[in-house]
DNA sequence: TTGCAGTTTTAGGTATGCCTAAACCATACT
DNA sequence: AGTATGGTTTAGGCATACCTAAAACTGCAA
């Protein structure tokens, strides 16, 4: 956890914010969170499930928003409002699966589409008793860090588990939500957050992790490994490094 | 609590309901739910706060997805399987509000409108959840009866207060929550569900009520006294009925 | 430098759900 | 019975947000 990112200005969440405005925002954002590329028009259609024309239109209308900044043919990138009203969203995003998981006896890969739905319909009110109730989490049920009232959030270092060399034990620290299969698997293995697992092997992109240098291996598909992000705690340096990451 | 409305047929709630039909068959079941009115075009429009013709629209689609039944310049009625979609919307709504009464400390006030919004968003599964949470309540925090897992219900048979004679005894049992007016005026008051008042005066609609027969009184306007139901613990023969109620 | 491949945008169209204005029916009153 | 009044429906439009097909641009490569 070392940076902070910080957003001033509260509430710049604007009212003409139909659902589809605040989950390109969100989609935008979470493209651009760790690799800090900007986003490209196909990238964005592919993860929202739109066509390519779709993206365009929208991008403009949000540019008139004042939410992203575009010019033709140009890779797309918020603007600072833009900024703001994604971070909401995933505020809200991860404040409703604590929420879920805590009180309602959700299981972790259960929440990420009742969440995607509520997100939209609650009220600020809203959100600020329930993380006065929730006692001001500052990390959601899959490691991810939850934007706070101002909006800013501590930001993890960590890596993705595909890229990490064998032979190094690293802590699990985060889980993508939107797949359910890397959160099924870890809960099978008993594996939670935090949990200190070794990299046994490594070869494109798949991985095996061992809870013990010498124990028997889990195989995650490069797939699922691409879902989890871990800290390393030691790096043996005789291990080569995976190949990386392929599909970008 | 006399009769026992029972609907059989479960999750009838068929998934080409948008957010819109759901509201047009809450709405529908709302208007003939006390007095078993058939609904007609106008009504429904106004308590939706839509025009006429969109109105006569969504009808005839409801009707083609067999929810209501519409005859051209006849009024509407729903059809067995609205009833328990409308059912079904009701139960999400008021388990809500039972919720944020509960445990996010809501005021019986501020909740409908949050509901209104949830509603529409949450699955069947957190209906279940939440409704296991809170202990199965039969009843929200204003009185009005929780439809159960298969849309059975409590029909309490209750009185409009604006509708009982002058100098009766009566017990609070509801209060419409859409009124936020005449919710507020009872917590100021502090008189809660289930407490017993005597209708000291009441003249056009307007209605006084005392909390001991000869205590100094509330008076409440006939519209905030029309948006409470109460059961009658004693009713005086001398007093005059009120003159009924006036509009609609 | 020209051309091609891939990305991006324009053009034209669908579905939902709302609107106003104008036509229509049905009933209640003279 | 004839007609006025009001509720209801048709007709024609607007906004959102999506689509496919076709045109246009960018930038790399021969």
Same mark, same amino acid.
């Given at each position: 956890?070392?940076?902070?990112?910080?957003?001033?200005?509260?509430?710049?969440?604007? @009212?003409?914010?139909?659902?589809?405005?605040?989950?390109? /925002?969100?989609?935008?954002?979470? #493209?651009?969170?760790?690799? @800090?590329?900007? $986003?490209? /028009?196909?990238?964005?259609?592919?993860?929202?499930?739109?066509?390519?024309?779709?993206?365009?239109?929208?991008?403009?209308?949000?540019?008139? #928003?004042?939410?992203?900044?575009?010019?033709?043919? /140009?890779? =797309?990138?918020?603007?600072?409002? *833009?900024?703001?009203?994604?971070?909401?969203?995933?505020?809200?995003?991860?404040?409703?699966?604590? %929420?879920?998981?805590?009180?309602? &006896?959700? *299981? %972790?890969?259960?929440?990420?589409?009742?969440?995607?739905?509520?997100?939209?319909?609650?009220?600020?009110?809203? $959100?600020?008793?329930? @993380?006065?109730?929730?006692?001001?989490?500052?990390?959601?049920?899959?490691?991810?860090? =939850?934007?706070?009232?101002?909006?800013?959030?501590?930001?993890?270092?960590?890596?993705?588990?595909?890229?990490?060399?064998?032979?190094?034990? +690293?802590?699990?620290?985060? $889980? !993508?939500?939107? +797949?359910?299969?890397?959160?099924?698997?870890?809960?099978?293995?008993?594996?939670?957050? *935090?949990?200190?697992?070794?990299?046994? /092997?490594?070869?494109?992109? @798949?991985?095996?992790?061992?809870?013990?240098?010498?124990?028997? *291996? =889990?195989? #995650?598909?490069?797939?699922?490994?691409?879902?989890?992000?871990?800290?390393?705690?030691?790096?043996?340096?005789?291990?080569?490094?995976?190949? &990386? !990451?392929?599909?970008?």
């Amino acid at each position: 956890m070392t940076p902070r990112t910080s957003a001033q200005g509260q509430s710049t969440r604007t @009212d003409s914010a139909t659902t589809s405005v605040e989950d390109y /925002a969100k989609t935008i954002y979470g #493209l651009a969170e760790w690799d @800090d590329t900007a $986003v490209s /028009a196909s990238a964005l259609a592919k993860t929202l499930g739109v066509s390519n024309p779709s993206v365009t239109l929208m991008v403009r209308k949000m540019a008139d #928003l004042g939410l992203v900044d575009h010019q033709p043919y /140009a890779p =797309i990138r918020l603007t600072e409002q *833009g900024r703001q009203l994604a971070l909401a969203m995933v505020r809200r995003h991860r404040l409703l699966e604590t %929420w879920l998981v805590r009180e309602l &006896g959700y *299981g %972790w890969d259960e929440v990420h589409d009742e969440a995607e739905r509520l997100e939209h319909a609650v009220s600020e009110t809203f $959100v600020d008793r329930l @993380d006065a109730r929730l006692g001001h989490p500052r990390v959601d049920p899959h490691g991810d860090p =939850i934007p706070g009232p101002d909006l800013s959030m501590d930001h993890p270092d960590t890596e993705l588990l595909c890229r990490v060399p064998t032979s190094s034990a +690293v802590r699990l620290e985060q $889980v !993508d939500d939107s +797949v359910p299969d890397a959160l099924r698997v870890l809960a099978e293995q008993q594996v939670e957050i *935090g949990a200190q697992v070794h990299v046994t /092997a490594s070869e494109s992109g @798949d991985v095996v992790v061992a809870r013990t240098d010498a124990g028997e *291996g =889990i195989r #995650l598909a490069h797939e699922l490994a691409h879902a989890m992000r871990v800290s390393v705690v030691r790096s043996d340096g005789s291990g080569a490094s995976g190949p &990386g !990451d392929l599909e970008n």
